[in-house]
């Protein structure tokens, strides 16, 4: 009998290790990128391309940023002429009267500002962007999430690769407006910022697929169409509509040098909401499009795998949780029968794993310090931690993959916004959007903690450390994630 966890332990911890192959090859794609990045600008330096763009804000519920939202996109130094601004309101709150009166009072500026409402909400934010886009006017569409504060010149940046026609997507890198409010705000803008480096450069450098990450970016409004517009059937249309462009053949670019300002969630359940989101989705749209990339003649051995581990990249989360599960009957085992001996020895060989991640990580946060001391310091608390609450959001995140992976349909819930910066003294506890009650899930990850503790315990026990780093993480990681889970669930400062 025990060799049926031992068997599921293994086929986890392969899937992990060959995760980590794919990004190690991603961080050496990634160093061609800069230097490919380097020749792209170079090339359309001296080239003025002013096409008409339809600038889109989808919105529900933003009274918090709508205002700050629509006064930065109101201000790009874009020619007038050839920008058009869709406030797309799906809004059941005073959104709508602080939203109309500031598109009132950018109309009178003279800027091109309509204001598009909504009260069905069909099709969610997918729903908005498609209704918009039947009556847009510009042949590329900017799209801007409300959280997002895009610089001066961003449309006029991220144009210039349009000239080529066969490009359909442009995507810019996500910057973040309050990364240093809090220890959970530093984490999401570590993990995020070798997404927007090393993942989209390294797949992009290697002519993968990449995706469109929601917001930030700009599509050619005829490769929308081409590939059969915004569909709501997942709950991540951008990457289904990413993915669906560019099995049509139309190429995507990632431009690095391009940032855009936006604001990373600061509360716990905040948090949980947009990576549910963001999980279920990347697993609905491995059932809606895997299949179609791998039984396609027309895309490569290279891509086909990267878009594998690309689309399932979620999968990890499962992964991690049934190692975390039965790494204490695995400790068992090991002290208790000693014809797996070998076996476990030769297991080690997967620990590989955790210095390539090291790398992955590395080499997108080293590239902001001028000192590579100062640069290690910082770099292997923040990856330890980063690390420890990945495993501590991996039980409700796994659920989020699991119900993805089933079919299971929910709606789209989006996540709170809080008009928050770096300055500290700004609360988000009166947001009256905030979700307070605790999930049944928090209640688990508290037991999880528990458990993991027993493992540190077990292994003082058998005088076994191996595992110890790996409990240690996992109930520092469960630990943190349920105790901000339930503190950020009440309402007083």
């Not at 003279?110 to 909400?121: K, V």
């Not at 059932?287 to 979620?314: E, P």
Request: aromatic share 14%; hydrophobic share 45%.
């Amino acid at each position: 009998m025990e060799l049926i966890p031992i068997i599921i332990y293994g086929i986890a911890l392969l899937f992990i290790f060959c995760y980590s192959l794919i990004q190690i090859q991603l961080v050496i794609k990634y160093k061609r990128y800069k230097k490919q990045q380097k020749l792209r600008l170079a090339e359309h330096s001296t080239v003025n391309f002013e096409p008409k763009v339809t600038v889109q804000l989808p919105l529900f519920n933003e009274k918090y940023v709508t205002e700050r939202l629509i006064d930065c996109v109101a201000a790009l130094d874009y020619p007038k002429n050839k920008l058009e601004i869709q406030v797309l309101d799906d809004s059941t709150d005073e959104t709508i009267e602080i939203t109309k009166a500031k598109v009132e009072e950018i109309q009178k500026l003279g800027i091109d500002i309509i204001y598009l409402h909504r009260t069905d909400r069909s099709g969610y934010k997918a729903g908005a962007l498609a209704e918009g886009t039947k009556i847009a006017k510009g042949d590329f569409i900017a799209i801007f999430d409300a959280d997002f504060l895009p610089e001066k010149d961003f449309i006029h940046r991220m144009v210039q690769p349009f000239q080529d026609e066969k490009v359909g997507m442009v995507q810019s890198r996500w910057e973040h407006i309050n990364e240093r409010y809090s220890m959970l705000t530093k984490l999401q803008a570590f993990g995020l910022d070798a997404h927007f480096t090393v993942e989209q450069g390294g797949r992009n450098a290697g002519h993968h697929f990449i995706n469109f990450n929601g917001t930030a970016g700009i599509w050619r409004k005829s490769a929308i169409a081409d590939a059969g517009g915004w569909q709501s059937d997942t709950l991540t249309e951008d990457l289904d509509l990413s993915y669906r462009a560019q099995l049509k053949g139309w190429k995507f670019i990632f431009l690095e040098e391009v940032g855009a300002p936006a604001e990373l969630p600061a509360v716990m359940n905040a948090l949980k909401t947009q990576q549910f989101r963001w999980n279920k989705g990347a697993a609905e749209c491995v059932r809606k499009n895997l299949g179609k990339v791998l039984r396609s003649k027309n895309i490569d051995f290279g891509t086909k795998m990267n878009a594998i581990f690309h689309l399932m990249n979620s999968a990890v989360f499962i992964c991690i949780i049934i190692l975390a599960l039965l790494s204490i009957p695995m400790l068992n085992i090991k002290n208790n029968f000693e014809e797996y001996k070998t076996l476990f020895l030769a297991a080690s060989v997967f620990l590989i794993t955790l210095p390539i991640l090291a790398l992955f990580y590395w080499t997108s946060m080293s590239r902001n310090y001028a000192s590579k001391t100062k640069a290690i310091f910082h770099f292997v608390f923040l990856f330890l931690m980063f690390l420890a609450v990945s495993m501590g959001l991996s039980l409700h995140n796994a659920m989020a993959v699991l119900e993805g992976y089933m079919g299971k349909k929910s709606a789209f819930i989006r996540t709170p916004k809080f008009n928050l910066s770096n300055d500290k003294s700004k609360k988000w506890r009166t947001n009256v959007y905030l979700r307070r009650k605790i999930n049944p899930i928090t209640i688990l990850e508290v037991l999880f903690a528990a458990y993991f503790f027993g493992g540190i315990l077990l292994g003082f026990h058998y005088e076994d450390y191996g595992l110890m780093p790996f409990h240690a993480m996992l109930f520092l990681g469960f630990g943190y994630v349920s105790f901000y889970s339930i503190s950020h669930s009440f309402k007083t400062e």
